[in-house]
């Protein structure tokens, strides 16, 4: 069982920057791979930044390259995702998601419950 929980989210001016963490119990270090996901309100939930289970294998939304930056430490067994340059456009729910390595990303297994970002134009 992996449980996952997402902090840092908040309120900012469009062109500042916030950090989200996500701290996860259970063993996730050496068999999952770890991301965040976005929802903003009508839109549907989309893949914003992954990351494979020894901190290779990144991947980012076209929207977000080289503005966001995914990063995990297994020791502290924390996922975070650095966001700079934040657009209005960035504002959504922020979901913290786990899933085994090599299962793809259309079910992550676990989910956490979110963090709301919101980007003041």
């Known amino acids: ?14 062109g500042g920057s916030l950090r989200l963490s996500c701290a996860a ?3 996730t270090s050496s ?10 309100p009508g839109k549907e939930r ?7 289970p020894y901190g290779g294998s990144t991947y980012y939304a076209d929207s977000v390259k080289g503005r966001f930056s995914i990063s995990r430490d ?3 067994n924390t996922v975070h ?7 209005f456009e960035d ?6 998601a786990a899933a085994l390595w090599g299962s793809g990303w259309s079910k992550p297994g676990y989910w956490g419950q ?8």
């Open 91 to 96: 504002t959504a729910v922020y979901y913290c």
């Open 81 to 87: 995702l650095q966001m700079n340059s934040l657009k």
């Open 31 to 40: 068999s999952y791979a770890m991301g965040w996901f976005r929802q903003a």
């Open 25 to 27: 119990s259970g063993r």
């Open 114 to 121: 979110g963090t709301q970002v919101t980007v003041s134009s």
């Open 74 to 76: 297994n020791a502290k």
């Open 1 to 14: 069982q992996v449980t996952l929980v997402e902090s840092g989210g908040g309120l900012v001016q469009a």
């Open 46 to 52: 989309e893949r914003v930044a992954t990351i494979g």
